[in-house]
């Protein structure tokens, strides 16, 4: 009796039971956006160093969710003049708008083994909903840190202007295409890694005085 009520506990969780808990790695966990610019060319701006968690269920990927947090200050066109002026509060306002957020509220199958995940975007003191269209890149372990790992790169688009950004539209385009790309390693066994790699820098450090 105990024992069937525990498994239909199980089967109707609203949290994925079996799932593996990763660490985004910062340095491998990008935003790469383009938009066109009044119709002669498509430039592109990147956000690193983004953080957060993802449960990821490889039994059912449906069950898995993630959550990531990408700082603003990152923002960087390899033109200082408009990294400048994006920072500004002709945009994104980095100043008062610190970071922008994911957090994922469903996941669904998608075509060609893709995974289509909606969730909200926090940006720019605005949330609304947006819809990744997810590609698993690699579950295994990583040959440079035997670290359990997961990689994948997700694109989609927005209107800029929904989220409080529409300076120069129409001329400048609405739309914004944009792609992530990300890699994590299981949460316990990544934070004793970091925790290894800080003892030995400090030791390192230390041997040169």
Not at 129 to 139: A, I, Q, S
């Amino acid at each position: 009796m105990i024992r069937n009520l525990l498994i239909a506990m199980l089967m109707l969780a609203p949290f994925p039971i079996w799932a593996t808990t990763y660490t985004m790695e910062s340095d491998y966990t990008q935003v790469i956006f383009s938009w066109n610019h009044l119709g002669f060319s498509n430039p592109a701006a990147q956000l690193a160093q983004g953080g957060g968690t993802l449960e990821y269920d490889p039994a059912d990927p449906t069950r898995s969710s993630v959550i990531v947090t990408v700082p603003l200050s990152s923002l960087s066109t390899g033109v200082p003049a408009l990294d400048e002026h994006l920072r500004s509060k002709d945009f994104f306002d980095t100043d008062t708008f610190k970071t922008a957020v994911f957090k994922s509220t469903k996941v669904a199958k998608g075509p060609k083994g893709q995974l289509r995940v909606t969730g909200d975007l926090d940006l720019h003191g605005i949330t609304r909903p947006v819809t990744l269209d997810v590609t698993l890149l690699n579950v295994g372990t990583n040959p440079r840190t035997h670290l359990p790992t997961i990689g994948f790169d997700a694109t989609t688009s927005l209107r800029r202007s929904e989220f409080g950004l529409g300076k120069f539209v129409p001329q400048v385009k609405d739309e914004i295409q944009i792609r992530i790309t990300a890699q994590a390693a299981e949460a316990k066994a990544y934070a004793e890694y970091q925790r290894a790699q800080a003892a030995a820098e400090a030791a390192e450090a230390a041997a040169k005085k």
